[in-house]
């Protein structure tokens, strides 16, 4: 995770390093303005009866992601469950194999 985090910030400050270098009218407008979305852009963004029937969807698909999330972590919490079983079973089978020797 810190790995990532170094790369992110390492990424930003390179990034912010080429902007101050490459000064053209590109790298200066692409944040300093704020556009209003033309007469296209509101009609798509405004509310749309025939689409009030495919409104209902967006609980269905939200519980399917939130089971999909649940049945990954039951996979994961099994997977570590079955690892420290098996080094459990090792580590006594280890220290059995190390008594019966010792008695011999």
Known sequence: MAFLLNKATALSHL???????TEDSFSLSRRGFHVEPGPREKALLA???????????KRNVWR??????????????GC???????????EE?????AASESLQ
């Not at 990034?15 to 270098?21: F, G, M, N, T, V």
């Not at 509310?47 to 969807?57: G, M, V």
Request: aromatic letters at 8%.
């Open 15 to 21: 990034r912010s390093h080429s902007q101050l270098k």
């Open 47 to 57: 509310y749309d009866p025939s689409l009030k029937r495919f409104k209902s969807q």
């Open 64 to 77: 399917l992601k939130r089971v999909g999330d649940v049945l990954t972590i039951a996979v994961v919490a």
């Open 80 to 90: 570590c469950y079955e690892i420290y079983v098996k080094a459990v079973m090792r």
């Open 93 to 97: 089978a280890r220290k059995q194999a």
